[in-house]
């Protein structure tokens, strides 16, 4: 699970704030869906593409229409790539994640797309990183400690089977083998996933961090995409 290091753990300080998404009252961040006016070519100010050149980013994500509503298509390509979204959420206020999802018409090996979800605070061992002010200053990627990539498996691999590194996790959403190319909803707990895998952190001060996807290279063999729609964090 290398590739899920995504950046050194430190701050660095310029001049301007980056921009992140807030949590709604309720509880609720519709990360990715028909309301969160997203678009490739005006790429909104929280969003950002780690791996690719930014003028490639249509190459390997494109927003097509399902039913009238937005959905991202994410395909692999020859270096692994991150497209997340900063957000600023307490795990304990938003700890379940929704979305729909498809996949490429046929594809029958294991998927290199991830939803990935970075968390910070709730390690008692990582360093602080002050206040959120300096925190976001010229960066582009969140300070982050923990890390959980939702997968989906090849032949092998159950759904719901869970790996833990001491710094990431990552569980098994469904077998793409064993799937079709209907979409899929899926709701998963990542507040009891992050609970099961750092039952000794800090809960009340752990914070999502960013909510996107991760790509790993493809190797030069055919790329199997994956299709989002509707991804929600909410309580």
């Known amino acids: 699970m ?3 290091i995504l950046a050194p753990m430190v701050t660095a300080l310029s001049g301007c704030v980056l921009q992140r998404a807030d949590i709604s009252p309720e509880g609720q961040l519709e990360v990715f869906g028909p309301t969160s006016g997203f678009s490739l070519r005006d790429l909104p100010g929280d969003w ?5 050149n930014e003028n490639k980013l249509e190459d390997h994500l494109e927003v097509v229409s399902v039913d009238a509503s937005p959905a991202i298509k994410v395909t692999p ?4 790539f ?3 979204r900063r957000v600023n959420a307490e795990l304990l206020a938003s ?6 999802w498809t996949r490429s018409p046929g594809a029958k090996k294991r998927s290199k797309v991830s939803l990935l979800i970075g968390f910070y605070g709730g390690d008692p061992t990582s360093r ?5 002010f300096f925190a976001f200053l010229g960066q582009k990627i969140p300070p982050h400690d923990r890390l959980i990539a939702l997968s989906w498996g090849g032949e092998t691999e159950q759904a719901g089977a869970v790996d833990k590194e001491p710094r990431s ?15 899929y909803e899926e709701n998963v707990d990542i507040g009891r996933l992050y609970r099961d895998a750092w039952p000794r952190d800090d809960h ?6 960013f909510v996107g996807f991760v790509a790993t290279a493809d190797g030069g063999s055919a790329p199997s995409s994956l299709q989002f729609s509707d991804i929600v964090l909410y309580r």
């Open 2 to 4: 290398a590739v899920l």
């Open 128 to 132: 602080s990183w002050g206040g959120e």
């Open 169 to 183: 996790a990552r569980m098994i959403v469904r077998s793409i083998r064993n799937s079709s190319d209907e979409w």
């Open 77 to 80: 390509g020859p270096v692994d």
């Open 95 to 100: 700890p379940f994640l929704s979305w729909s």
């Open 204 to 209: 009340a001060d752990t914070k999502i961090m």
């Open 48 to 52: 950002i593409g780690v791996g690719l």
């Open 82 to 84: 991150f497209f997340i």
